[in-house]
């Protein structure tokens, strides 16, 4: 936009472009309710003492502001903002078209010595635009939204704030000032923001030299920063402050007593801490934007959630851990009799042999001899052997189909989500058949042997077909490994699956 005003009236390099005015407008605009949105968040943590910071947040601000902008302004010439995008405020000087371009070339630092802000007349008008009007308007904005909706919703018949008989003087200051926010503050808004629109407008095509009303009644102007001011700027900060200077002067009869050279001296505090640390601003509003920047690009983007997925499938593909196959000394048998079978879905050949197998029966010669299955884990607080399934890489162990929601437990095998859990419950169907001695607990290790078949049946008959106290159903367990889950059902983990 700087060339339209070029194309007019030449070039002005120290004229900026009103994008820049914009940025500065907004990047103060937005530091108020980021200060705000920390404190709240912080507040839960210390309520007895940052709930009261929070409840006056607005005037703590405006009095913060104050001494920042105050400090800016007498040793940068801008606001800290201003002074953040290399800019500056000057006075205008009231003469024909109020530019001397001669002698700002010729004698840079005597025009900067008599436009700058100086006096305490200027800091305190410019103050009262940076910091005044703003307070006002979110005063008066907060306000408006409490006292407001409700007469414009309700319209005539809304009557709660009429005048009781006999008023005092706060209730009749207090209902002229609802009767304000309702009739007259919506005008006065606008009005505001279309002024600052036309003196946008104007701005922008050269026809003014201040792009806010309030700074045309203050006769104020905002410019870049030339060479002279960044001399000006460094020559002050290397001149040494009094404190330091009264400290290396000698001292006249004698030595006070106590030193005055302290940190915590109140010379010290006013004229060595307080300025080093509001110039230390400087640096921590670019950290502070661009921390804000890289975690809105942090949440906003996809390479958090792709990274959090990824750290998931590598906890779930970590290998299960080697379940003990020992059993209690009271449980071990001695036969192949009183050994359960195995799932049909595990291969006898991979089971190593057994050497406490009794030798066959003289009559049953010609019958072939069954390979010894490996026994089920043993429960070391029961010591009752558990009901688990053969482990699968493509179905879901318990329902046999394909796996609907993959949910990992903690030993690493996926199961479907309403499976395991209510595996883990206990009350899955396949459980109870077999602990019910009923058909659909075949599979695992519920099966016995078939020479036995008759010699169980007649057990189950004489304890109603039920396993209870011979076998634990496995709740509680994994449904493979038979280890105990850690919090039940609140330990197991969905799978993202890409």
């Keep these: 936009m700087e060339y339209i005003s070029t194309l007019q009236n030449g070039l002005d390099d120290q004229k900026p472009s009103l994008f820049e005015l914009l940025s500065e407008a907004q990047l103060?605009?937005?530091?108020?309710?980021?200060?705000?949105?920390?404190?709240?968040?912080?507040?839960?943590?210390?309520?007895?003492?940052?709930?009261?910071?929070?409840?006056?947040?607005?005037?703590?601000y405006a009095l913060l502001q104050l001494l920042i902008e105050r400090h800016y302004l007498r040793t940068h010439g801008g606001s800290f903002v201003e002074n953040f995008y290399g800019l500056k405020r000057e006075k205008v000087l009231r003469i024909r078209g109020g530019e001397i371009p001669r002698a700002r070339l010729g004698v840079p630092e005597l025009v900067r010595e008599t436009v700058r802000?100086?006096?305490s007349r200027d800091v305190w008008q410019n103050l009262a635009v940076m910091v005044g009007v703003p307070y006002l308007k979110r005063k008066l904005d907060e306000s408006y939204e409490v006292y407001a909706p409700q007469a414009v919703v309700l319209g005539p018949s809304y009557a709660r704030d009429a005048l009781p008989p006999n008023p005092t003087i706060k209730q009749r200051i207090l209902h002229y000032y609802k009767w304000f926010l309702r009739h007259i503050y919506p005008s006065v808004n606008a009005a505001y923001y279309f002024s600052i629109l036309a003196f946008n407008l104007a701005y922008l095509f050269d026809s003014t030299k201040y792009h806010s009303?309030?700074?045309?009644?203050?006769?104020?102007r905002i410019r870049r920063m030339g060479e002279a001011d960044h001399r000006a700027i460094a020559l002050a900060a290397s001149r040494p402050s009094p404190s330091s200077s009264s400290a290396s002067r000698p001292s006249r009869g004698?030595?006070?007593?106590?030193?005055?050279?302290?940190?915590?001296?109140?010379?010290?505090l006013a004229f060595v801490v307080y300025p080093?640390?509001?110039?230390?601003?400087?640096?921590?509003?670019?950290?502070?934007?661009?921390?804000?920047?890289?975690?809105?690009?942090?949440?906003?983007?996809?390479?958090?959630?792709?990274?959090?997925?990824?750290?998931?499938?590598?906890?779930?593909?970590?290998?299960?851990?080697?379940v003990s196959?020992?059993?209690?000394?009271?449980?071990?048998?001695?036969?192949?009799?009183?050994?359960?079978?195995?799932?049909?879905?595990?291969?006898?050949?991979?089971?190593?042999?057994q050497n406490n197998t009794a030798q066959p029966h003289p009559s049953s010669s010609t019958k072939p001899t069954k390979a010894i299955k490996p026994t089920p884990p043993i429960s070391s607080t029961s010591h009752l052997p558990i009901y688990t399934l053969p482990p699968s890489s493509t179905v879901c162990p318990i329902c046999l189909h394909p796996i609907v929601t993959p949910t990992a437990c903690q030993t690493g095998h996926v199961f479907c989500y309403t499976c395991i859990y209510r595996w883990v419950e206990g009350t899955h169907e396949r459980q109870m058949?077999?602990?019910?001695?009923?058909?659909?607990?075949?599979?695992?290790?519920?099966?016995?042997?078939?020479?036995?078949?008759?010699?169980?049946k007649k057990d189950r008959k004489e304890k109603g077909g039920s396993k209870e106290g011979r076998w634990e159903s496995g709740k509680g367990r994994c449904a493979v490994t038979g280890r105990r889950v850690l919090g039940g059902t609140d330990g197991l983990r969905r799978v993202m699956v890409g």
């Design 28 to 60: 103060t605009s937005l530091l108020p309710p980021t200060l705000r949105y920390l404190l709240a968040r912080a507040t839960p943590h210390r309520p007895r003492y940052l709930l009261p910071l929070l409840n006056s947040f607005d005037e703590l």
């Design 117 to 119: 802000i100086k006096t």
């Design 213 to 220: 009303p309030f700074l045309w009644l203050i006769g104020t």
């Design 254 to 268: 004698g030595a006070r007593p106590g030193p005055t050279n302290s940190l915590f001296h109140p010379r010290t």
């Design 276 to 322: 080093r640390l509001l110039s230390s601003l400087k640096i921590l509003l670019p950290t502070s934007i661009f921390l804000l920047k890289f975690l809105e690009w942090w949440h906003a983007s996809d390479f958090a959630r792709q990274l959090s997925r990824k750290e998931a499938s590598e906890g779930v593909e970590l290998p299960p851990p080697v």
């Design 325 to 353: 196959q020992s059993t209690h000394p009271n449980h071990q048998t001695t036969t192949t009799t009183s050994k359960p079978k195995s799932s049909v879905s595990l291969s006898s050949s991979s089971s190593p042999p």
């Design 433 to 456: 058949a077999f602990m019910e001695g009923r058909s659909g607990g075949e599979e695992g290790w519920g099966e016995e042997d078939d020479e036995k078949e008759d010699a169980e």
